[in-house]
């Protein structure tokens, strides 16, 4: 390849991990943080760059070489320089467009509908450049495949846009980044111009958009599309971080923080009586507590009422930038907070706080919503459990919050509560539940403490004189009315299948998007309680069934390519879901990943390149039968990789090494494969269909990995999901070797 095809080439990786993570992360905040939408938002980046190489493929091509092919290219990062803040104004006015205000919730069609179609313009053009790419750069004389040698610059100039975005892209103005695109876009059209002409006009495009990136003009647009995105409050402040996006938006003297696009803290005037029940009736459970341990929501009431008992407040809380924040935006109540000498604040994950075994608490108080994200899903489980149990004083207690009613829990509530209740009872002696709007879940070791009836807590909190505005003794009988916890107790009992929540097989996180699901598209309930019905043995059953059939296919029919293709999409496949599956054990064991995403992401694409570089320069392969023994390698490697999870997941060791290594190790084997299985697809196609073909089963592959793998880890675990995956990747390994001698 020539260095104008090479550096074009290494601005399209560059733009591709770019785009992913800066329009992910807006769509995150549209979408309040789900990753079951960011799985949505990949499979749509992916089918859709399959589809435009796949379509540009079945183009009957130019000449390899010719300026046509070199035009397109160019004008492809043309279309990418025009189309990147236009689209992410859309994003921004996604909201206002649907007729959504801030803090409300979207349905599944509307979150899988506005996702893809923001991401389709750059995604096509994403998966056709490989192709134009190809054609540009082939040569009748070329000593190197040049398939192999665009996917070996492709990639590394993913690991480089990684690599900055992780470091240093991560917290800057989105509308800056985008306009940072278009330049680089732009000076890549530059590089492939042949004329003089468009030469010097791309050159004078590319230099006006260096000029508006460097000037206000980016921060005016942001703003601009902002005011949109809040709309119809103001906007106080937005920035981002390492751990999300936080945003301040006022109504009057009103301040709303959100964080990820979900409310975190309302100040100066809280839900109050939401806040008392909360706060006072578990402490009123407690015969004495001295020091608690607040883990999520703090800020804007909480940590005022538990103030008015004789407390230590360890406040745990994961982004630093949130409370400098809520400080440099504070009001009354936030600034007593924050300032009290009783409240210190631990920048820090809850989690990771625990397993530092810093004191005993009598209480831990875990203030989060519903887990319908994996980061807050992972304090919610057996494991956490555990860990809190171990921290408390004998006497201590454990409180979280479940979704609820104060009339009838619907199927999906029902669950929900029933898969935390459950979890808590595996741990603890005794769970005592307060029913109501927000359930209220105690847990404790000494059940004699939860055993205390509504009269027994109603003298206490006479006794103490706590000075409340809402709740009092009457509202404290109707909260610990017998009844009322028999009801509930009635509808979790009539859930008799549900799942123990964990960290590798978050069942918490599948019931809580059933309430979402629920709640938002109804239409699709009753299949998403089906999915929660099947186990790992149903799809083995499946497998082997659909395996078998294949099988006999093979016996009757030995066409090579269907193979090949099923092995590069399989790999496609499994390269995203042990991508997946790292994120998340990543996820579960530091309680952030936003940032490391990126790095994850870096190592496998790293791991590619080295597989890929590997094949290209020794050209030392045997077409199928490397491919078939890469499968093999595959197949062993995911067999130990669940092995580790299921019996080795102590996370003694650095957690962390394990984990980038296994990207490091899937990214080679995935970058090992592409050369093989080409030059085995080139006997019988030419060579730039070969590649398109092989490149669009790649991106399909992994398209289909990124939207059922967290669904599938959600129903049946992580280590099952390796192990059926293992189980596909030595099933073609055999086909392969059924076909062996056709095949070389």
Known sequence: MNPTCIFAVLMSGITMIFVQSLFIRELLVIF????????????????????????????????????????????????????????LIAIRCLRSWLGLLPGETM???????????????????????????????ASADAKKPAPGTVYFYESAGTVAGALVFAFWAVKADPSRMVFLLCFLNLAAASVLACTCLKKYFLVCAAFAAGILMVSHFPEKVGRWSLEKQWQPYRVIESKNSFYGNIAVIGSAEQLTFFFNGAPVASAPVPDIARIEELVHVPVLFHHGPGKILLIGEGTGGIISELLKYPVEIDYAELDPELIRVMRRKSTPLTEAELSDKRVTVRFIDGRRWMKKGAGSYDIIFVSLPAPSTLQVNRLFTAEFFLEAGKLLNPSGILVITTPGSETYMNDEQSMLNAC???????????????????????????????????????????????????????????????????GYMKAIQACSRVNINRDLHPSGLFYALGCWIAEQTPCLKKTWKSLGKITAYHILIVLVLLISIRFLMIKNNGKQTGTLLAAVGSTGFAGMAVNIIVILAFQAVYGQVYQMMSLLLACFMAGLCVGNWRMTATGKFAGAKTVRNIEFAWFAGLLVLSGYFLFGNNFSIPAGIIFFIANILAGFLAGSEFLPALTALKKNRPAASSAGMTYSADLAGAAAGALITGIMIACIGIPSVLFLLALIKLSVFFFLKKQGQELC
């Open 420 to 486: 935390l209740y459950r979890t808590m009872t595996a741990e603890f002696n005794c769970v005592r539940v307060i029913p109501g709007t927000t359930n209220i879940l105690i847990a404790s070791m000494d059940a004699s403490i939860l055993r205390q009836n509504a009269s027994e807590i109603s003298r206490k909190f006479l006794k103490n004189r706590i000075p409340t505005r809402f709740l009092g003794k009457t509202q404290l009988h109707y909260l610990l009315d017998e009844e009322k916890n028999a």
């Open 107 to 137: 349905g599944l069609f509307s979150v899988c509908g506005a996702g893809i179609s923001m991401i389709l313009v750059p995604a096509v053009i994403s998966g056709a450049q490989f192709t134009l790419a190809l054609r540009t750069s």
């Open 32 to 87: 309040q943080g789900n990753e079951l939408t960011i799985g949505i938002v990949l499979f749509g980046w992916l089918i859709a760059s399959s589809a435009g190489t796949f379509l540009l493929n079945r183009q009957h091509p130019a000449k390899p070489g010719s300026d046509t092919n070199r035009n397109f290219l160019l004008l492809s990062f043309v279309l990418n320089a025009a189309s990147l803040p236009f689209l």
